[in-house]
Every structure is written in C-alpha cells, then in structure tokens.
C-alpha cells in the first residue's frame, strides 16, 4: 500500500516538472516567433513609415522583455524543474544508506567499551582571571 501511494507521488513529481519545463519551452518559443516575426515585418519594403514605427516599438519592447522576462522564467522553471525530477533520488540513496548503518551497528555489535562513552561528561568551568 505504502509502495503505491510512493509510486504515484514519484509520478506526479515527475508529471509537474515535466509540465514545467514544456510550459517553460512553449513561452520561449513564442518570444523567438513573435521577435523573428517583427524583424521580417521591418525588412519587408510594402510597411509605411507609421507601421514601421509601431513594429519598430513592438520588436524593442519584445527584445528587452526577452532578455528581462523571458530569460529569467526560463531559467526559473528549468531549474525547478530538473531538480524536482533529480532530488527524489538522493534521498533514497541517502535513506538506503541509514538503513545499511542501521544494520551494522545493531545492538549486537555493541560492546563493553561503548558503556563508557554513554556516561555522562564532566563538566569544568572555566572563570576568567580578574586583574
């Protein structure tokens, strides 16, 4: 019961980074359309000089928010994707490594000797020398 209630956790990690990251590429691939589209609209002769201003406003104001928005959330949402994919296995690992310690130090292996450092510690007290 446990290991299927894991299993759907671990595929719904993976469902939402994975949603992440294409929701983050089709946001990236709609800047590049709409930049490259502006930039052939200014080359084409057929614009008047007030379309030319407004396209020329509108491939600016589409440059500067790719650098500032676009970068930035891409960036953003890559990285908390991929490592929404990537930690859930290290902490297996780390677990299935607490369980191995677990196993060689069982009570078994304990000795006399160990009875001594579970004692408790003096404790001294160290005063300043007033001069």
Known sequence: MKWVEKNRKSNLTIWIALLLIIAVMSIWLCSIIEIIGNEITLVNQAVVEEEFWLYDGALQ????????????ATGILITSGMVTILVPQPRTIIKKVKLKDRQIFNEENVTSS??????????????????
């Open 61 to 72: 104001l589409w440059k500067s928010a790719y650098v500032i928005v676009i970068l930035t």
């Open 114 to 131: 160990d009875d001594k450092l579970m004692e408790e510690p003096t404790v001294g007290i160290k005063t300043l020398k007033q001069s």
